[in-house]
């Protein structure tokens, strides 16, 4: 299995500053025949399923705002939020697709400092 | 729209069974993919299998002994069973749908909770 590693596992943000989670594979997920990352990111709030923020590495799902994106390439891959928003407190994951043997991070915690 | 349905309590040894109803889209004339994933309380999330109608079928390779998934078209369900369960099993249990094997869950059931308890 490809083992996804999130860091960090919390994280404390205030108001309006930037946001950065990582995630790393065991194994690259990039496939050269399309030039794409299969690695997506979740947005889980308490108590709801988990949302589809970003896919490709680097799209954004529709709906998703703008200050959401995500970045990297093969093993090593970003979200980053611009400027954080009370709403975007949440648990993030990410997962890999490359694999029909999918894996998720083991989450990291946003809050508000 | 997907909406998880099933027993919320099941006895250790026993069989844990599930059902995802699917609205909005036929299971049976799509290529979708449709999925379970698990997250115990307080926990990550941890995919269990995924299949397409008429397609291919994959099984978490640490629980494929024991989880079977099956569809029924006629009411546009798709099931889960896991056998043999334990206090491990207990989990809130989500049903999702991914565009093909190979794209990540953009939709996903509210998830049930099942707890494994005698």
């Known amino acids: 299995d490809i083992v996804m590693t999130q860091s960090p596992d919390s994280l404390a943000v205030s108001l309006g500053e930037r946001a950065t989670i990582n995630c790393k594979s065991s194994q690259s997920v990039f496939y050269s025949s399309n030039n794409k990352n299969y690695l997506a990111w979740y947005q889980q709030k308490p108590g709801q399923p988990p949302k589809l923020v970003i896919y490709w590495a680097s799209t954004r799902e529709s709906g998703v705002p703008d200050r959401f994106s995500g970045s990297g390439s093969g093993t090593d891959f970003t979200l980053t939020i611009s400027s954080l928003q009370a709403e975007d407190v949440a648990v993030y994951y990410c997962q890999q697709y490359y694999s029909t043997s999918y894996t998720f991070g083991q989450g990291t915690k946003l809050e508000i400092k | ?118």
Do not use: H
């Open chain 2, 1 to 118: 729209q997907l909406q998880e349905s099933g027993p919320g309590l099941v006895k250790p040894s026993e069989t844990l069974s599930l059902t995802c109803t699917v609205s909005g889209v036929s299971i049976s004339s799509s290529s979708y993919y449709w999925g379970w994933i698990r997250q115990p309380p307080g926990k990550g999330l941890e995919w269990i299998g995924s299949f397409s109608y008429g397609g291919n079928t994959y099984y978490n390779p640490s629980l494929k002994r024991r989880v079977t998934m099956s569809v029924d078209t006629s009411e546009n369900q798709f099931s889960l069973k896991l056998t043999s369960v334990t206090a491990g099993d207990t989990a809130l249990y989500y049903c999702a749908r991914s565009g093909d094997a190979y794209n990540p869950f953009d939709y996903w059931g509210q998830g049930t909770l099942v707890t494994v308890s005698s």
